[in-house]
């Protein structure tokens, strides 16, 4: 068997997700199986407990009325992520087709110390740097061509990576490699969809129950998942094609329509749902007051998203019953990290296509920011790329202030919106007088 895939950030989702997708292609994948290299970000444990029972793991599809499990065998070996070494022998290997990655968005930031940590020949600190370093050692070896996937919830997730990867290859002044990259190395878009959180305690024991054996480090998934991606894999893929996954040329629709009614939703619920005093998103789907606040979300995006109305209600009414799974216990703690980092991707374009169409800024949006602004007031804040924002916010007085610094976020021209700061100043507002 060989292994001709590579992922970087081994975490729940890639679990649920891609090597549940790969796994299912292996049963009939012409040429043999696929089993895929893991690298963790930089933890070791999970690395460990993975390899010391062969890389197997149980998946748990979780629905409202059960749950069932498999055991997933794509994965080949479970590699900590320091292990610099293990990752430019995994990268350099001609049999090595595609690279997928889920590091979180906040991963995709342009470290401080990659350009230089890069030009000394030291491992890169952000996720495009470590690919970078990896696609280099590539290139020395002779430079077969492959595909880097990126499954990360990010506007146009493949053109964003190609671009950060070669502007620091541009930076380091390798014209070779720069040219290399561009041409040999494709960046497909993809958008990813499946609700996993954070494995607990609980899990291990049912997980045992399921499949019969001890498993350490089972993951939890609901029944619903969904892959589109652009089909251009110069090496080869998985047969993914007949696992479900959807190889499309343009990907834009499909991620819009999930990243602004799924992720959107669970934002504006992960914020206005803490604030409430909540923690699952099942919990937020039996309050009334954020309901109502996540369907107004859905009216602004719906407004702009490139779909029919029929197709746009099939969607929302999914949702409504994925959120609602009360078995599925996905913190809002959890959905609420690195905020900055969603923002933008979750709500700015929504914004912007709605003042570009002549509608006003929406209805949903105003509270979102609000409660985001809550939020990183708070103490459970999780959130490195804000950290500049809320020494900011911790040293303004006013609340016509605060807003307009943390509307920056979306872009210029929402912070510049007097309609949109008038209301969402008025949300934050009510939410510090407990109005709401
Ligand atoms: N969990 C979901 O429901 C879900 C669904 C769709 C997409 N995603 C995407 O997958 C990402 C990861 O979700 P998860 O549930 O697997 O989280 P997780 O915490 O279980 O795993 C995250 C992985 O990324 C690694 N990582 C974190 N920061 C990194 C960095 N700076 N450089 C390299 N690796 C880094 C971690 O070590 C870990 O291996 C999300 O941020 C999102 O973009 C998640
Ligand atoms: O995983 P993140 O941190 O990008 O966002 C949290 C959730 O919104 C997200 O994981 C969703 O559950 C997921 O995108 C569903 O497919």
Redesign the pocket.
Known sequence: MSARAVH??????????QAWYTHRANQDQPGGPWLITA?????VE?AETLTAQGCRYTLIERAADGDHGTVIESLGAAVP?GDHEAWLTALADPGTAVLT???????YRIHDQDRDRLAAGEPG???PA?ILDGLRARFQAGGAPLAVLC????TDNGAMLRGRVLDLAGELGDDELTDWVDGSITFPSSM???????TTPDDLVIAKQLSGWDDQAPVV?EPFSEWVITDAFPSGRPAWHTAGVRLVDDVEPYEQRKLWLLNGAHSLLAYYGLHRGLATIAEAMDDPACVAAMEDVWRDAAAVLPFPDAEITEATDALRERFGNPRIQ?RLA?IAA?GSQKFPVRFGEVYRRRRAAGLDHGTGLPLAVAAWIRHLATDQVKDAGAAELITRLAATTNNADRVRLALGVLGPEAADDNDLARDTGARLTELQEHKS
């Open positions: 970087l950030g081994l975490g729940a989702f890639f679990r649920a997700h690298f963790t970000g930089r933890q999970l992520g990655s889920t590091v979180t968005e906040a991963a600190i952000s996720a470590r499954c990360d919830n990010l990813v969809d499946r609700i996993t959180p954070a998934t996905h959890q690195d």
